[in-house]
């Protein structure tokens, strides 16, 4: 009962948009002051919680205390392993990014060890720059490009050309991550996740489909505001959607894969050189074949946003003609109601921002939890 | 709460596999015994339960009376517009299916109204076969190859060539039909949850989507356990995955079209004649498009099972093959975890014996409102 009030109290002050009054919060919540007074009092002697001074009085009455989020309170260490590069941030209880860690290399030669030694090195620079501010680092999630298991095992990621990679065994030896909660998670249903909270910012609970395109490209695809993961989480594999069956041979070993053709490699190889004029060119392929693999998502699981990410915003220009002409001639309700096409506002940042956020979320939705352990 | 005991009741019977005793759903419900036999006697006498003779005695004590629900109670009207056919069925509280109508001929023709006025006429029949068994038509659901609003207006059904049509306007016109609760919904949906009733027997909450092959192709995605309608209501249309995007034209104006190569005019034309020798040809790229788009449905909501209905179950011996091949291949985790496929067993009379059961099932679910209303 009481960690049920304290995360209604938590999520009380987490939604609202300005500082509250432990009166509003009574109001808001139906609890009676003086629980929620005792509630807040836990909340912020551990941290989460923060009251600020009243603002100069306008009027009559006396100003009461605001309550808001403790940006010193806990924190989510969000980490990324993609094909070219590593990734770590940390954010604070009230969502802003804190730090942000990115070490730019090909991640293939040198093997998964490698990429974790290099993630855990990664990830303890995060982790002291948070001990310097004072945060307390509450979890970690971990966004992979590939099939993660429940147990977060990652039995394959065919662009890292990862097969069974017990990530989370070889992360806890980082000093760091050896006692945090880690959460491993295909890249794009984090990115998803991260886009969810900006669309649902927006109103209603949002049907959509989020696109990560990096050198492999994979999809979220929330459904009536709840991510769908799959029977086994390995829903949203997009980039191996056959745009033309008879076409390039691809490294999962089928023909004519999305990847092939819209893929950051694919659409480097073709372009040789990075002159606009040259690069037109595989564009032109690239949005065809991104076209007629979304008309199939839209066909399918009739969503009216596409949310396009990774790579995919800087190059929109030159990309939604082709799409929206595919998605005009091949979605059979395209007459009915158009197909939204929206670049997602993170960039490439996505997948380790939405891991971060899981972890604050994490904290959000049992607060009681995490003042247990702290 | 007497509403909700009702049904707790009707429940625990429906889901006993024999007949129950009053004890016995006492037990199970949690209700007292005293409070169970008077929500039992206003179910007798409503006509939905019925109390069956004690079995011989076979030990000591007296024998318990068992519930079951009543065949002579409520029942479901079914209805099914296709390309091809009209179909109706009456389906009882057990879920037996009492009367079973088909009148084949191609509905293009003679248009929406001359359909509508067809099916009115088989409606009238059903019922008063109903009425001559004694039967209550509780309410009817009416299965459409096409995409139907939340209010049951058919917004479009391409290969019936229909456009806006208020199905409910023109049936309300029956006599039948006039007073009754009715239901407008895609033929492949209301076969999903014909299957899902299969599925769902065999334990667990299934996640499949079934694939309705007539002239055009529908499917039915059930993810985990329950049916998955799309933002608007108009998810499945995987007819219209492209699977050659150059290839042959289709009614709804865009190119390659999986049902232009695995639907029944598609096989029947390319076939020309029906010796199996001749046959063998569209079957093979029947079964390559099939896999192309199946492989696309796996690959994005990674569902283990497909079941394929329509006129595929007869076809699958032939169809099989090629559509595990192709599935093989470009489905990214078919080495991790095959795909099982197979076959639908209620064969074309899926969509209208789904439809009756809805009914059937919205009566198991509110008693309460049957029987305030009869």
Redesign the interface.
């Known amino acids: 009962m009481r960690a049920h009030n304290l995360a209604l109290v938590l999520q009380t002050v987490a939604n609202s948009a300005d500082p509250i009054s432990r009166a509003s919060v009574a109001g808001a919540t139906g609890l009676t002051r003086a629980t929620v007074s005792a509630l807040v009092d836990d909340l912020v002697s551990g941290g989460l919680l923060t009251e600020l001074a009243p603002p100069p009085r306008t009027g009559a009455g006396r100003p009461a205390v605001g309550l808001a989020l403790a940006p010193g309170g806990p924190a989510g260490l969000g980490l990324e392993i993609n094909v070219d590069y590593l990734a770590a941030c940390v954010v604070d209880l009230t969502g802003a990014v804190r730090h942000r860690l990115v070490e730019h290399a090909d991640q293939r030669p040198a093997g998964a060890a490698a990429a974790l030694a290099g993630l855990g090195r990664l990830a303890q620079r995060a982790q002291d720059l948070a001990d310097a501010d004072g945060l307390a680092v509450a979890g970690a999630a971990l966004a992979v490009p590939g ?1 993660v298991t429940a147990s977060g095992l990652v ?2 990621a ?1 662009n890292l050309g990862w097969q069974d990679v017990d990530v989370l065994a070889q992360l806890r030896a980082t000093p760091a991550l050896a006692d945090l909660p880690i959460t491993v998670d295909n890249e794009a249903n984090l990115a998803a996740l991260g886009a969810l909270g900006e669309l649902r910012a927006e109103g209603g609970t949002p ?1 959509f489909v989020y696109v990560s395109g990096e050198i492999g490209i994979g ?1 979220g ?1 929330v ?1 009536d505001g709840v991510l ?11 980039g ?6 008879d076409g390039r041979p691809c490294r ?4 004519g ?1 999305l990847e092939q053709y819209a893929g950051l490699e694919a659409i480097l190889r073709e372009a040789g050189v990075t002159s606009v004029e040259q690069i037109r060119a595989p564009l032109t392929s690239a949005s ?1 074949a991104l076209g ?1 693999a979304l ?3 839209v ?6 946003t596409i949310v396009l990410g990774g790579i995919y915003p800087p190059l929109l220009p030159w990309l939604r003609d082709g799409i929206e002409a595919e998605l005009g ?5 395209a007459d ?2 158009p197909v939204r096409l929206r670049a997602a506002t993170l960039g490439p940042d996505a997948a380790m921002r939405g891991a971060a956020e899981l972890v604050i979320r994490s904290v959000q939705e049992d607060p009681a939890a995490y003042l247990g352990r702290s």
Chains 1, 2 share one sequence.
Request: glycine content about 8%; charged content about 15%; aromatic content about 4%.
């Open positions: 099939l039995r394959v065919p049907s999809a695809i459904l769908y993961r799959g029977a086994r989480g390995w829903s949203g594999e997009i191996h959607l056959t745009v033309h069956p999962c070993g089928a023909d894969c065809t007629i008309a199939a998502v066909n399918l699981l009739d969503v009216q001639r091949r979605v059979l309700t009915l109601a």
